[in-house]
């Protein structure tokens, strides 16, 4: 550590990853000093604009002076890059998702108890203003034991922006099942109940015509249903259907409880109780909305992205550390909510049959899960029987490199087991 305890973090990734670039600052006891992308041009622009080191290459990158790694590179690399930094003795926060596949998962939970060092999912969606209230409730026991939930994490972008962001046939955002993004839905019910998934059943939407100004070739649409480990019924929805929706919904034992819908990115940002007429808690009303106050640090929520995720995340992974332990968002519940959404998919391919989904605390669950399996490979496959048809290719100058960079990761996931690492070298994206 710097000198005061401060921690010295590294960011991988220069698109999302300028969030933690900013958000890892002395508030939360941090302090930035590398950066690292294979896009050379914008890591060199951002670097500059931070004052930090940089690097191309992320072995170089890993022995710079750091304690901990904050990766936000593609979607489906993280886990052999969260492996390698905790082997170097690195803690190490993470973008969603953690793994791709079930055998990822158990490589990352090894890894980890194996390194003695911290681990976070940076899930920032349960840290908004009303999902810690309504966690509030629910732990203070107003709507009694949850029976069922909703969670809706459905994000459509135009044509032109989802261009931008997803830059090549092969990036993942434009071949990745909609249920694999389900942690924006999942993660907020899951920290609210204190739950997990124990099966999953998934259900896709197809609608190619959405998908026609773009070169997205994967469904827009899903529902994943979630019995818990209570034994409740979580419906998870997503992800670009038209008609944005972020919101979730609790009925419980003794009343439900929800954000309100309405327009903006969260809606109105309120959280409404209610109960029966016949059921009202001694010293509760009938029914109550109303827009909640942040528990603490408001200031420095309020001035930080998606409704303030983005600083608790930061402020739950430098806590940790400090105490030398592991923060709620632990890898056990970052693997097994990813993994519920890489099971969907192969529900989905189904049509809705159940899939258990392990509990990766047990070394026997799992040996018998490690299963290796991703849908990228099927994708792939799918993608060339079409002959590659399905819009323009929005790839331009040097981010063409990012599909190539998929491309590599999909052949040695098809080749490769648990434990291979990947990595990625070199080339300018
Ligand atoms: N939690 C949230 O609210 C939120 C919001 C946006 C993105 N994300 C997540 O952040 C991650 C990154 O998304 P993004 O929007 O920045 O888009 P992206 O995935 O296209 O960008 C990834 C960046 O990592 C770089 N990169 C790829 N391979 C690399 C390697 N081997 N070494 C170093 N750098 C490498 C790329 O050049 C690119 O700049 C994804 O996992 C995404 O799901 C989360």
């Given at each position: ?128 203003a009303?999902?810690q209230?309504?966690?509030r ?156 106050d942040w528990p603490e640090h408001g200031d420095l929520a ?6 303030g995720?983005?600083f608790w995340?930061?402020f ?114």
């Open positions: 550590m710097g000198s005061n305890g401060t921690i010295r973090v590294g960011v991988v990734g220069v698109g999302r990853g300028q969030s933690f670039a900013r958000g890892a600052g002395p508030s939360v006891g941090m302090e930035l000093v590398a950066l690292c992308d294979t896009w050379e041009s914008r890591l060199k622009e951002v670097g500059a604009s931070f004052g930090v080191a940089t690097y191309s290459d992320y072995d170089r990158f890993l022995e710079h002076d750091l304690d901990a790694v904050i990766l936000a590179n593609y979607f489906h690399q993280h886990a052999p890059f969260a492996i390698q930094a905790l082997a170097a003795g690195k803690h190490v926060m993470s973008e969603t998702s953690a793994n791709k596949t079930l055998a990822e998962a158990v490589a990352l939970c090894r890894a980890v108890e194996a390194s003695g060092c911290t681990y976070m999912l940076a899930e920032n969606y349960p840290y908004t009303f999902n209230e309504l966690a409730l629910y732990r203070e026991g107003e709507i009694g034991r949850v029976l069922y939930a909703e969670g809706e994490y459905n994000h459509p972008m135009s044509p032109e922006d989802r261009m931008r962001i997803s830059p090549g046939r092969n990036h993942w955002r434009n071949v990745l099942p909609s249920t694999y993004y389900c942690t924006h839905a999942l993660a907020p019910l899951m920290c609210i109940t204190d739950t997990r998934p124990v099966t999953v059943n998934g259900l896709s939407s197809a609608g190619q015509e959405i998908n026609r100004h773009t070169v997205r070739t994967r469904d827009p649409g899903s529902v994943i249903l979630c019995r818990m480990d209570n034994g409740a019924v979580f419906r998870i929805m997503g992800l670009g259907l038209p008609g944005h929706s972020n919101w979730y919904r609790l009925h419980g034992t003794r009343g439900a409880m929800e954000i309100t819908r309405g327009a903006g990115y969260f809606g109105p940002g309120e959280v409404r109780v209610w109960h029966e007429p016949w059921d009202v808690p001694e010293g509760t009303e009938l029914e109550r909305t109303y827009v909640p309020r001035a930080a992205g998606h409704g995720g983005d995340t930061c739950h992974f430098a806590n940790a550390i400090h105490a030398g332990g592991q923060p709620y968002l632990d890898v056990y519940r970052g693997v097994t909510m990813s993994s519920a959404g890489i099971l969907a998919w192969k529900s989905a391919l189904e049509d809705g049959r159940p899939f258990e989904v392990p509990d990766f605390r047990d070394e026997a669950a799992r040996a018998r899960r490690g299963a290796f399996w991703a849908a990228w490979s099927r994708a792939r496959r799918i993608w060339s029987m079409r002959g590659g048809s399905g819009g323009r290719v929005g790839m331009r100058g040097s981010r063409r490199q990012a599909g190539r960079t998929d491309t590599r990761a999909c052949r040695t996931h098809r080749s490769g087991g648990a434990s291979r690492r990947i990595r990625p070298r070199g080339g300018t994206p």
